[in-house]
C-alpha cells in the first residue's frame, strides 16, 4: 500500500504560502491539501478557485481539494480548471452524490467522498466502486486544531474492511488532528493518506515533514 502525506494549507503561513509549501515537497509531501469552506456546510469560510489557480503551478504536489460546501456539483467544473486533481465531496451536502461523482470524473480528476463524524461508515457502501478515496473526518469538519476523535479508528477499520471484502483499491485518507503521536494508530486501522495541518505547518514545516515522512516510509 501505497502512504501518502497530505499537509494542509489551512494551517500555514499565507505570508511566505509558496515556500512553506515546497519545504513540504522537497521532505517526501506528494498531496497538498486544499480545505475549501463555505460558511453553510461548515461555520467557517476559506479560500476558493483564484487561490488554487494561483499556486499548483508551483509545486508537483497532487492537489487534493476538499470541498466543504453545500451542493459542491456547482463548483467542480471550476475547480477542475484551477488546477484540481483530485475532489473530495461530503456525502451529507450532496442532493444527488452519484451525479456529483460523474461530474467529477467527468472532468478527469480522482474522486473522494468523505464523512463526518456522526454519519455511519456503512453509507459509503454504494458509492465504493466509483470512487478513488473515502476521507474519514476525525474532527467535526470547519475548524482547524481541533483534537482526533479516538471512534474514528473503528470507523477507518470498518471501511477498510468493506474496501478489502469487495477487492476494490481505494485509498482511505483521514483528517483532523493527527500527529506524530497518534499517526501510527491511524495507520493501523487501515489509512494510508495522512492529512495533517498544525502538526506540519506550525513551527518548522520542513522538520515536521521529515518526521512524518520517517514514520510513513517505515510503515508496514
Known sequence: MDYILAPSILSADFKVLGQEMQKTAENGARYLHFDVMDGM??????????????????????????????????????????????????????????????TIHE???????????????EMVLPYLSEIDMILVMSVHPG??????????????????????????????????????ANVRDVLDAGANIIVAGSAVFKGDPEKNTKDFMEILNSYE
Not at 47 to 56: C, D, K, N, R
Not at 107 to 121: F, H, Q, R, W, Y
Not at 158 to 176: C, F, H, N, T, Y
Open 41 to 102: 456546510f461548515v461555520p467557517s469560510i476559506s479560500f476558493g478557485m483564484p487561490v488554487l489557480a494561483s499556486i499548483h503551478n508551483a509545486t508537483n504536489q497532487l492537489m487534493d481539494v476538499h470541498l466543504m460546501v453545500q451542493e459542491p456539483i456547482r463548483y467542480i467544473e471550476a475547480f477542475q480548471k484551477a488546477g484540481a486533481d483530485l475532489v473530495t465531496i461530503h456525502l451529507e451536502a450532496c442532493e444527488d452524490v452519484e451525479a456529483t461523482i460523474t
Open 107 to 121: 472532468c478527469g480528476m480522482k474522486v473522494g467522498l468523505s464523512i463526518c463524524p456522526e454519519t455511519d461508515a
Open 143 to 180: 475548524f482547524g486544531g481541533q483534537k482526533f476523535i479516538p471512534e474514528s479508528l473503528e470507523k477507518i477499520r470498518k471501511i477498510r474492511a468493506m474496501i478489502a471484502e469487495r477487492g476494490l483499491s481505494v485509498d482511505i485518507q483521514v483528517d483532523g488532528g493527527i500527529c506524530l
